[in-house]
């Protein structure tokens, strides 16, 4: 079985070339799968999205929360929102602007909720939306990022392809600019994605979803999306398969109550391993 896996947030190998990045980053997913080496290959984009980052930025901002653009701070704003109970009952809408004092507040409570540290939500939402602003950011960044993945693709010819966070909207994006006769993907799997975050990530995407809705790439023949019950971005829930037409399948899975987001759990959870067995 030939796999190609794009990663997610949180990637970044300081002091490593794209080429040796990858090579690793292959090596854990194979370990974490249970399968040869020789069939993974991992593509790499988190140097683009730092070079990004690090162009007119302060050195030392990396993961503060007072540091955000305004963008990042919109960002997260509606991602919080989506996690306060109280406004989903109410039904209000997400308030504008750069609301920096609420965010503590909001991540003191998320933390409380899930009974998980204050320190490691905050890294992770922060984490997410500079990277998320960053791939959305008008420029080059973007198409050299599509470009990684669409050259693994047309290389590798895989059976599966495996998205993870961040990496599941660089597919997508990716997935709609190939012909479907190109390099047709029998299986893609996402895993904890934030495709279906309103706003901030469902209503950002190429091409824009149509009367609400997007819709699987034409080169994917089936889609199947797994999302851990406690992961931060892969929210809503089932919103994959209400905010998709042609997903396959959208399960709920339980892969660690801390690291509720990280690839090697999702890698090694015995539904990812069902849903490969059904090629």
Known sequence: MRIVGIHGIGNHRRGETAETASRNLSSIW?????????????????????????QGRQSGAEDELDELTDVEADLLTHLLYLHRSDNRRAGTTVPQGRLTAPHRRWIADLAESWACGERIVEW??????????????T????????????????????????????????????LHLLQDDTAP????????????????????????PADGLGTRPAAVKRWANLADVGDLVAVPPKGISRRFHGVESDESCSIDALDFHLAGNYLKNEKLARILKTL
Not at 156 to 169: K, M, N, Q
Not at 197 to 208: E, G, Q, W, Y
């Open 30 to 54: 194979a370990r974490s799968l249970g399968v040869d080496r020789a069939d993974v290959v991992v593509v790499y984009y988190a140097d683009l999205l730092r070079e990004f980052r690090e």
């Open 124 to 137: 992770f939402v922060v984490r997410f939306v500079k990277e998320v602003a960053a791939y959305q950011a």
């Open 139 to 174: 420029g080059m960044i973007r198409e050299r990022v599509q470009d990684r993945l669409r050259t693994a693709l047309e290389q590798h010819r895989p059976d599966v392809l495996i998205a993870h966070s961040l990496g599941s909207v660089v597919a997508y994006e990716t």
């Open 185 to 208: 993907i029998p299986l893609w799997v996402t895993l904890g994605s934030p495709l279906a975050i309103p706003t901030a990530v469902f209503d950002r995407l190429t091409p824009p």
